[in-house]
């Protein structure tokens, strides 16, 4: 759903778009997963690099990118264009699926089957409302506020709103706004917001409570901010908010988080996906396995043991050797 990640301040942003694109067309369409990581990474890799790549064999030189990538590079800048992304917008079937996949709760196989079944545009699917599940049709009737990116600003405003209103329940709740807003960004496509606490525990998960407790968060805040809920659980909320009535309708996420796995929680949904990918494969370098629930050593058997208790985000950072970095730092 994101299309747009490159900054203005990246110099390489052009091929950053194309790189972007071609990874999208991986997963959506070819679903190979291999050259999405290897676009994605080569994206992430220009973008980061803050001189003008110049040619496909100087960006060779950079680690994530090969003889493939070098080379549509190369064509790129002695073409303006690319044949392989010529193709692909020209077939009208990923078209298709292409603009379905746009639509909250429809990913690429469901697109797929959609085209397959005959219903290629919004309109198609706004006639056949019956065929979509609830995520779906609230996907559909937000369509046009979804796709619009939401100033930080306007989440300074609802994190305001979020931490007033859960604060009223109990004066102990945290509330934490991860994500591409956490990473410092302008622009955000959805608000990802993790609560935690003292009394949440991982054993709750059995006894439900943590259920009761989001339930009891979320009826608060469909009060003021909340106004269609996607699906709940016992730790998961995905919903939809606004702040005033002249402002577009966003994707909220709300996870409440046992105490003892909230920063790992927080390392894992600040990211960015990239950063994540690259900061578990340093921890398992150093013998640690890192995921959003814990960080655990791994033993001479392979098998990791038990949680390290951890007290703070700088704390995971320490444990696995990796020099710190700041959330405006993870993109
Ligand atoms: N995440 C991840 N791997 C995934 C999906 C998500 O590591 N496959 C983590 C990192 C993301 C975070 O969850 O930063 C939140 O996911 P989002 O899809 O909301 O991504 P962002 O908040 O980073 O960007 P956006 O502004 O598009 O919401
Ligand atoms: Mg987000
Ligand atoms: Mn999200």
């Known amino acids: ?66 003889d493939k990538i070098s080379k549509k590079i190369d064509e790129f800048l002695q073409t303006g264009k690319l044949k392989k992304l010529e193709n692909i917008h020209q077939n009208e079937e990923v078209q298709a699926v292409n603009l379905l996949t746009r639509v909250s709760g429809i990913g690429p196989v469901k697109a797929a089957q959609f085209v397959r079944d005959g219903l290629r545009t919004i309109e198609d699917l706004r006639k056949n409302q019956d065929k979509l599940n609830h995520h779906q049709n609230i996907g559909l009737k937000y369509f046009e506020d979804f796709e619009k990116s939401i100033p930080r600003s306007e989440i300074e405003e609802i ?3 979020l931490k007033k209103n859960i604060n009223s329940i109990g004066a102990e709740f945290s509330v934490t706004v991860c994500g591409s807003y956490r990473r410092g960004k302008a622009y955000s496509g959805d608000i990802d917001v993790l609560i935690t606490h003292p009394s949440v525990k991982v054993s709750d998960g059995k006894k439900k409570r943590g259920g009761e407790v989001l339930k009891k968060l979320i009826n608060k805040l469909n009060e003021s901010l909340i106004t269609d809920t996607i699906s709940i659980g016992a730790t998961k909320f995905m919903g939809v908010c606004r702040l005033s009535k002249e402002l577009p309708y966003r994707r909220l996420d709300i996870r409440l988080i046992p105490c003892e796995q909230y920063y790992c929680a927080v390392l894992y949904f600040t990211g960015s996906d990239v950063f994540n990918k690259s900061m578990r494969a ?18 001479i058997t392979g098998v990791p043991g038990e949680p390290i208790h951890i007290t703070s985000e700088e704390e995971i950072f320490e444990y696995i050797n990796y020099p710190y970095k700041k959330p405006e730092e993870r993109n």
């Open 1 to 66: 759903k994101r299309k747009n990640p490159s900054n203005n301040s990246n110099v390489n942003a052009d091929f950053c778009d194309f790189l972007i694109e071609l990874s999208e067309y991986e997963k959506n369409v070819s679903r190979n997963i291999h050259k999405y990581n290897a676009y994605k990474k080569a994206a992430s890799v220009l973008a980061a690099h803050h001189k003008r790549i110049e040619s496909g064999e100087e960006a060779k030189k950079l680690n994530g990118i090969g």
């Open 159 to 161: 994190e305001e709103i």
């Open 282 to 299: 340093h921890a398992l370098e150093q013998g640690f396995t890192l995921n959003e629930y814990s960080l655990r050593p791994i033993g």
